[in-house]
């Protein structure tokens, strides 16, 4: 089945440690998205990508860094500069040719790091 | 930059009852307008979209969406409310230009009583 897999699901992390989240594509998907969930605050945007070896910074990117190398893969490190890291982070996919299908977004189940 | 606003944290229907869950947003030019749904610990559903035309959306599982470009609002709704569609409800909008990235709101928690 086509989808999005995110891994690990749950991560512990001590202070000044950097982790890295996977998230993997087989959708055949050009643009990738990373967003961080916090109660109350909804998602909120960190970076994309809309091609490989291209991506954006949004809302919310300082301490954290992405790479593209696959159209595959779009793995977000969470680095020691990140001062509340602790969140529920979501991995999204989507087409980007036409106006009907661009950002319709597939999701991941999500990984939830929580800093010790 | 572009926004969304879900006023309120939580709305409570009785099943059977219809239910609203409104959605107001800003943006520079024309919209396009999005809710996804999310159940615990998941990541979120694909609901409806508008893009252009008709401003009555119908989506997934009976729930449809209006879009009114004079409040610039998308309320998202449903005629007979269901005990399975308690979950968490985010709008999210994008310009037809600019940043090709959708902006969510807050999210509603809709709890529907048997």
């Known amino acids: 089945d086509g989808g999005i897999t995110q891994s690990p699901k749950y991560l512990f992390r001590k202070e000044g440690q950097n982790v890295t989240l996977s998230c993997e594509q087989n959708?055949?998907?050009?643009?990738m998205y990373w967003y961080r969930q916090d109660p109350g605050q909804g998602l909120r945007l960190i970076y994309y990508s809309q091609i490989v070896n291209d991506f954006q910074k949004g809302d919310i990117a300082e301490g954290y860094s992405v790479s593209r190398e696959k159209k595959e893969s779009f793995p977000l490190t969470v680095t020691s500069a990140q001062k509340n890291p602790t969140a529920f982070y979501l991995c999204?996919?989507?087409?980007?040719?036409?106006?009907?299908?661009?950002?319709?977004?597939?999701f991941g189940a999500g990984s939830r790091l929580t800093v010790l | 930059a572009q926004s969304v606003a879900q006023p309120e944290d939580q709305v409570n229907v009785a099943e059977g009852n219809p239910l609203t869950v409104k959605c107001t947003y800003s943006?520079?030019?024309?919209?396009?307008l999005f809710w996804y749904v999310q159940y615990p610990n998941r990541g979120l559903q694909f609901l409806l979209k508008y893009i252009t035309g008709d401003n009555l959306v119908k989506g997934s599982y009976g729930f449809e969406a209006e879009f009114n470009k004079s409040q610039t609002s998308f309320h998202l709704k449903k005629p007979s409310a269901l005990v399975s569609d308690s979950a968490l409800y985010f709008c999210?909008?994008?310009?037809?230009?600019?940043?090709?990235?959708?902006?969510f709101g807050s999210g509603t928690r809709l709890q529907v009583q048997p």
């Open positions: 943006v520079s030019g024309n919209p396009y």
């Open positions: 999204a996919s989507s087409t980007t040719g036409g106006v009907s299908g661009a950002n319709v977004l597939t």
């Open positions: 999210a909008v994008r310009p037809t230009g600019g940043r090709r990235a959708l902006t």
């Open positions: 959708l055949n998907h050009d643009a």
